[in-house]
């Protein structure tokens, strides 16, 4: 038997539980808490925050409920991530067969890779994913809500909205495509201060308004790339949580910001 190319996991014991069903019950009880939002549609993207899960799960779980009526059709996530340890030019693909977390390996979509993987902007590192949290942490998730599904693993770096955008088109498909954009909004200002940065970036991405810039959100590149083809596309954004870990788990002197988005093809356009 062909041996098996794993990404091991990262930050498990850190950004979220080590131990399996610690983790798996974490998930269920956020999962739990969450009033599934009335969207005219089945998400096509998200836009979901990457810290740990005791600052930021909340606002993740908010994105991922709405995908529990969808496990039997999506097969596929797209999902991009910012850089925060290797820089990288363009849109980074792993060199392996399978990522890895306390619940089990997800598989990666070797054809979907193959496929992009002509375009210049996209690059292969195992450097820019070995310690990258910012995908890992969304696929305990996915492995809840979804189950059996092919990934699609993108680390971000310097691009711009129409070379994310024309990966992401590549890769679009249809109901069985989920695209996961990973990003946090503003760092470390002052509870009110983020506020108002935080909304402020809000109404941007709900008016589709880009280049959201670095400090407005971690994740801006890869927003960016949805945002420029939701005007393509006619995406519809939908807010559905906003806050941040001073109401979550963190004191007030210093927050990061926490948003969660879905973006649905609606019927009219």
């Known amino acids: 038997m ?10 498990a014991g850190a ?19 969450v009033r599934p939002a009335d969207l005219p549609a089945a998400p096509k993207a998200l836009i979901v925050p990457h810290a740990g899960y005791i600052y930021s799960g909340p ?36 060199d392996a067969d399978a990522f890895t977390t306390p619940l089990g390996n997800v598989l990666l979509d070797k054809d979907a890779m ?23 942490v969304h696929l305990p998730f996915l492995q809840k809500v979804i189950g059996d599904f092919r990934l ?32 946090d909004l503003s760092h470390y200002q002052p509870y009110d201060e983020a506020q108002l940065m935080d909304e402020a970036t809000v109404q941007n ?12 959100a971690c994740g801006a590149t890869p927003i960016n790339g949805l945002l420029h083809l939701s005007r393509k596309k006619g995406l519809q954004p939908h807010l559905l949580d906003l806050r941040n870990s001073g109401d979550t788990a963190g004191d007030k002197g210093q927050v ?14």
């Open 2 to 11: 062909q041996d098996v190319n794993i990404r091991p996991a990262a930050v």
């Open 15 to 33: 950004f979220y539980p080590g131990d399996t069903d610690t983790l798996s019950k974490m998930i269920d009880d956020m999962l739990a808490e």
């Open 59 to 94: 606002i993740a779980a908010s994105a991922y409920a709405l995908l529990k009526p969808l496990r039997e059709t999506t097969k596929r996530i797209v999902l991009l991530g910012p850089v925060h340890r290797v820089p990288v030019r363009g849109l980074a693909l792993p």
């Open 114 to 136: 193959q496929d992009i993987s002509g375009l210049t902007q996209v690059v292969i590192s195992d450097a820019a994913h070995a310690w990258e949290h910012s995908l890992e």
């Open 152 to 183: 699609v693993p993108l680390a971000v770096g310097d691009a711009s909205p129409e070379e994310v955008s024309e990966v992401l088109e590549h890769l679009w498909g249809g109901e069985e495509t989920l695209i996961v954009i990973s990003s």
């Open 205 to 216: 991405i709900l008016d589709l308004t880009y280049p959201s810039q670095h400090d407005q």
């Open 256 to 269: 990061v910001g926490y948003a969660a988005f879905a973006f649905t093809e609606d019927s009219d356009d």
